[in-house]
């Protein structure tokens, strides 16, 4: 499937249509009327509803709409300083969970609880504790490598002795996070900084969401360490909460936090399946470990990040435009501050004030919709394919905005000003939702991949051997056979010497056999191989 075109690489061709526009307003303005001292330009007017700004409250005492509050508000409800998870998580990690700067106290006051202090039994870092511990001096990649290694295989305290005093000193932060993944919400407020309270919501700084995937490698590590001491029950807890985690933190109102969460929880599910094959549980625990997996929450939607927080993050870049409090080379690349060159300072002045804000937000708000509507496609083969639809969608979007023909639609009025104006800005700012939904579908393959292969454990428990085929696990050791999600055709099944294998096609649809990301040559297929090699 096709991503939108990197808009870096058309960016410049709008910059100069908006600019050659711009200079032939200003001419037009000159040959009207003799000059006049300039004036303060009003804000322009945007009418404040659903089919415009989306949300409608908040607002801020300028009139416009406080989009950071209206987010928070959204994911908050029902959220009590009781059941969120991000309370005690951050009772784990400290206030400055990358070591930096710390969260703003309004953080902590979102949440309904008190600031934290700056010192206190927090988790740290591996990097972090081995500097402070230098009689056992390693450089930060000997580190980094110690890590991974001990998260994917079993390993003993003489193979990774510092792994292990680490973990060792991090127990009770470690508990703590296993409480927090017992509550059923996650609520991570998004707030500005000190200096910029009040800051572009696209700009919000994630940093609990970054160091939840250390947490989860330190589950992990733990994990295999206690599966190769015969730890099965202290194993299991560590991966059920590790994959709990995953999906907490999918639940924050962001792509990035959906996609952390996606990442922690397949690392749960390798972490899961290599228990499987290494412990061989007896009927009762399997029914016991089945049952919570069952009770973990929910994986989020992709649809809900896109419709929320995606939506008002353009938005509110929008609005910030259109009041001059965001300059058209921040949107387009990043960059902060400094002077206006002359082509900036045209591109942000006639033709910005020509722009009907209302007609540009509601055709912008559209996109969103559509797009929302298709990632909710309960068939994921339609869905995707709705998806590559959309994608061809904005590159012909992307393609007006370039050359003369878009040059001429400038030039005709202020309706075409606004529309081209919001065509721009979708071409930019829309998120690329191709790979995230692919995500969503290996999250979903993997999950359907863990429950069959539990059932296929307590088959074998009962029968004393895999089956020859998928058939007779139904109903009786899983309520019904899982199928590809990429092809909508059975999994591709084989009982072997030593186990089974079975595998879903993946991403490209094609069979490569049970060749995985793993493999040589690699392959696409996400494979489940009992014993786990």
């Excluded at 029968?463 to 109903?475: H, I, K, V």
């Amino acid at each position: 499937m096709t991503t939108p075109p990197n808009p870096h690489c058309w960016r410049l061709s709008v910059v100069l249509i908006v600019v050659l526009a711009s200079v032939a307003i200003s001419q037009e303005n000159q040959k009207a009327e003799p000059a006049k001292p300039k004036a303060a330009v009003p804000p322009p007017k945007i009418t404040i509803s659903k089919e415009t700004t989306w949300a409608t409250e908040p607002l801020k005492a300028d009139g416009t709409v406080n989009y950071l509050e209206a987010v928070n508000r959204l994911v908050s409800k029902g959220v009590t300083p009781e059941n969120n998870a991000c309370v005690l998580l951050y009772q784990a990690t400290g206030p400055s969970p990358e070591g930096g700067r710390r969260q703003p106290d309004r953080f902590f006051r979102r949440m309904g609880v008190e600031p934290i202090p700056d010192e206190g039994k927090y988790f740290q870092s591996l990097g972090k504790w081995a500097r402070e511990h230098p009689e056992d001096p390693q450089d930060i990649n000997a580190i980094n490598d110690m890590v991974a290694k001990s998260g994917e295989r079993l390993w003993t305290k003489a193979e990774f002795p510092l792994v292990a005093e680490w973990l060792k000193q991090n127990e009770i932060p470690l508990r703590t996070i296993e409480l927090a993944t017992e509550r059923p919400k996650y609520f991570s407020p998004l707030v500005g900084t000190d200096a910029e309270p009040d800051g572009a919501l696209v700009a919000v700084l994630l940093p609990g969401v970054q160091k939840s995937r250390e947490l989860a490698r330190a589950l992990s590590s733990r994990a295999m360490w206690e599966l190769a001491e015969g730890s099965q029950v202290d194993a299991w807890r560590d991966l059920i909460t590790m994959h709990r985690l995953g999906r907490l933190v999918g639940q924050g109102p962001t792509l990035i936090e959906y996609l952390v969460g996606v990442a922690i929880e397949a690392i749960a599910i390798r972490g899961e399946l290599l228990f499987l094959s290494e412990t061989k549980p007896s009927a009762k625990m399997l029914a016991m470990y089945r049952k919570q997996l069952d009770r973990i929450p929910a994986r989020a939607s992709v649809a809900d990040k896109i419709d929320y927080c995606e939506r008002v993050m353009f938005l509110d870049c929008a609005h910030r435009m259109a009041r001059g409090q965001m300059k058209w080379q921040e949107v387009a690349n990043g960059a902060e501050g400094g002077d206006s060159t002359l082509v900036e300072k045209l591109a942000e002045g006639a033709i910005m004030q020509s722009v009907d804000w209302d007609v540009a937000l509601t055709s912008a708000n559209k996109w969103y919709d559509r797009l929302a509507a298709t990632l909710r496609k309960p068939d994921y083969r339609e869905r995707t394919a709705e998806v590559k639809q959309f994608n061809e969608d904005v590159k012909k979007l992307v393609e007006k905005s370039r050359g003369p023909q878009a040059l001429l639609s400038l030039l005709g009025g202020k309706p075409a000003i606004s529309q081209t104006m919001s065509d721009a800005l979708i071409a930019l700012l829309l998120p690329a939702v191709q790979q995230v939904g692919l995500a969503e579908g290996r999250a979903i393959q993997r999950m359907r991949n863990l429950e069959l292969a539990f059932a296929l454990a307590a088959y074998r428990v009962d029968r004393g051997e895999y089956p020859d085929s998928l058939e007779p696990l139904a109903p009786k050791y899983i309520a019904e056979i899982p199928i590809d999600l990429y092809t909508g055709q059975p999994l591709k099944y084989a009982k072997t010497a030593e186990g089974y294998r079975f595998y879903s096609v993946g991403d490209n649809e094609k069979d490569e056999e049970g060749r995985s990301f793993d493999d040589n040559p690699r392959g696409d297929d996400l494979v489940v191989r009992m014993p786990v090699k």
